[in-house]
Antibody
């Protein structure tokens, strides 16, 4: 079955850019009918949707993060990536990648599977 | 403030029934978007527990059930077990936020 694995630096300095990659195994990011998503969770807090990318490259971002977020896909490596610019301490969180499957004519469905998550700390 | 509202905590004794509510608005649940539920055990990633309001993925016990009505949804757990102690999140989409994904703030279930 499809598995997702996040990777990237665990420490980022304030004002710099956070970059994470999600590697997909057991499936292809090129397969139609899926959104590839990023979600984050600050310690002790709830889940926050960051955005997603469709296999065609179409993206949708959280309005609160849109000015700082870029999600891209690399089909040759079967990966998709997150870049979050001008980070502050408020961006410290566990970052998850997840897949959304289009179902019954809708692509506004559930997140499954999820990666295990990776902690990113913003500090100098 | 989360777009979807959940109680911060619920509790129940083993064997009892608990429900977790998820309240939205006419721009998300009330707009026709389905509600999905996740269970997050301590230190682990969220796991899909219920999809499309009331459907259980393979492997989820039938002690878990879900429903949706109007601008709200709920998750019910019967025959509470110690292993059910976890955080539970509801999720949908919001048309006023360019169809962004939205989550509830999460509910901590304590098995007494």
């Amino acid at each position: 079955q499809v598995q997702l694995q996040e990777s990237g630096p665990g420490l980022v300095k304030p004002s710099e850019t956070l970059s994470l990659t999600c590697t997909v195994s057991g499936g292809s990011v090129s397969s139609g009918g899926y959104f590839w998503s990023w979600i984050r969770q600050p310690a002790g807090k709830g889940l926050e949707w960051i955005g997603h990318i469709y296999t065609s490259g179409t993206t949708n971002y959280s309005p609160s993060l849109k000015s700082r977020v870029t999600i891209s896909v690399d089909t040759s490596k079967n990966q998709f990536s997150l870049r979050l610019s001008s980070v502050t301490a408020a961006d410290t969180a566990v970052y998850y990648c997840a897949r959304v499957a289009c179902s019954g004519g809708s692509c506004y469905t559930w997140f499954d599977p999820w990666g295990q998550g990776t902690l990113v700390t913003v500090a100098s | 403030q989360s777009v979807l509202t959940q109680p911060p905590s619920v509790s129940g004794a083993p064997g009892q029934r608990v429900t977790i509510s998820c309240t939205g608005s006419n721009s998300n649940i009330g707009a026709g978007y389905d509600v999905h539920w996740y269970q997050q055990l301590p230190g682990t990633a969220p796991k899909l527990l219920m999809y499309d309001n009331s459907n259980r993925p393979s492997g989820v016990p039938d002690r878990f059930s879900g429903s949706k009505s109007g601008t709200s949804a709920s998750l019910a757990i019967t025959g509470l077990q110690a292993e059910d102690e976890a955080d539970y999140y509801c999720q949908s989409y919001d048309i006023s936020l360019t169809s962004s994904g939205v989550f509830g703030g999460g509910t901590k279930l304590t098995v007494l």
